[in-house]
């Protein structure tokens, strides 16, 4: 085993996702402690270009028709090779749709210890957020390659970006796959799109009631933005699918967030982490959205936006 931190490069169509960047911060401060070197894993076809501007010593590319777009088979495949070869210190992947699927197999099939859901490293430990956020766990990194899942929240993007590492070709073996994709199906149009909004007034579950998101609308309208949500005030149908914001909805970077009755689960942070300015309005003093906050109000949130409103409409 080697000193390396691998950083298992995430891109959707021809884009690198930033979990991509914030990783390759988080893998710089690992390597610090191990006294190797952060390497990008990239994967693709034709996609060298999307090493630019990355903060790597290296990026190793592998290349082939089949890894054009995400499949979880070819990954597994390609990956499975490649760090069973070289043997890394450590490999991360985002705690994303696209890394979860790949971590957790490459876990069992190399026999390899993983560590999920890391914020940030202090110390050479691996600091991580489990249980919706409430339960922070520190592990130490065992005597042999661990595989990492991060989530967003504890590295900005933009301490990733900005270098341009050495490409080296890798040759990866993707032979007889049994899933490939077949056909990307556009998700289903917004009646706002959420993700170009400069002010968005953010529900959760502390909203209570379908009733009361008018509040959050009218406020919206004031502040000139638009209302999105949480995952259970979608799941109620309270709201469409396009307004969740999250893992399983969408990625949002409004210059300000105002996050109303959520809890700030790394579900949801993952979508939101990074927005310019976040306020958190919570009556719990330790909800987990304060960590991330600019500025938090420990108050009810129907009070708050009384008060709001009031001041607004008088504006
Ligand atoms: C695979 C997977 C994917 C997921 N994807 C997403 C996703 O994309 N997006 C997402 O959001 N979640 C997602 N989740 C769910 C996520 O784990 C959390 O359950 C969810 O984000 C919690 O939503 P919430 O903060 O609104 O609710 P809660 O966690 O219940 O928090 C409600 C908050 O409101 C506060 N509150 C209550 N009343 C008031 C009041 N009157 N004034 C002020 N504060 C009040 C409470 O103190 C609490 O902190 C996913 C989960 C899984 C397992």
């Known amino acids: 085993m080697n000193n390396d931190i691998y950083v298992v490069i995430e891109h959707v169509r021809e884009q690198v996702a930033d979990i991509s960047y914030i990783m390759l911060a988080a893998a710089h401060d690992l390597a610090q402690e191990t006294g190797g070197e952060v390497v990008g894993v990239l994967l693709g076809n034709d996609a060298q270009a999307l090493a630019d501007n990355m903060v790597a010593d290296k990026v190793l590319y592998g290349d082939d028709p089949a890894l054009a777009e995400f499949s979880s088979d070819a990954y597994t495949k390609a990956l499975a090779g490649l760090i069973s070869e070289n043997e890394p210190r450590a490999v991360f992947f985002g705690s994303t749709t696209i890394g979860t699927d790949v971590a957790g197999v490459l876990s069992a099939r190399l026999d390899f210890p993983m560590v999920s859901s890391c914020l940030k490293i202090a110390d050479g430990k691996v600091v991580s957020q489990i249980c919706g956020g409430k339960i922070m766990a520190e592990s130490e990194l065992a005597d042999m390659t661990t595989i990492i899942t991060v989530i967003p929240g504890g590295y900005k993007p933009e301490e990733g970006q900005g270098g341009s590492p050495e490409v080296t070709p890798v040759s990866v073996n993707v032979a007889d796959l049994k899933v490939t994709l077949r056909e990307y199906i556009e998700p289903e149009v917004a009646d706002v799109d959420i993700t170009t ?111 709001l409103l009031e001041a607004l409409e008088d504006a």
């Open 197 to 307: 909004e400069n002010v968005l007034i953010a529900i959760g579950r502390g909203i209570q009631t379908e009733d009361n998101i008018e509040l959050a609308e009218e406020l919206a309208e004031l502040m000139d933005g638009a209302v999105c949500a949480s995952r259970p005030v979608v799941d109620q149908g309270w709201l469409p699918t396009p307004r969740m914001v999250g893992k399983s909805g969408q990625l949002v970077k409004p210059k300000l967030y105002l996050a109303l009755g959520i809890s700030g689960a790394p579900e949801h942070v993952e979508g939101m982490a990074d927005a310019e300015n976040i306020i958190a309005v919570n009556i719990d003093p330790g909800a987990p959205i304060f960590d991330i906050a600019k500025y938090g109000a420990e108050v009810d949130l129907f009070d708050l936006i009384d008060c």
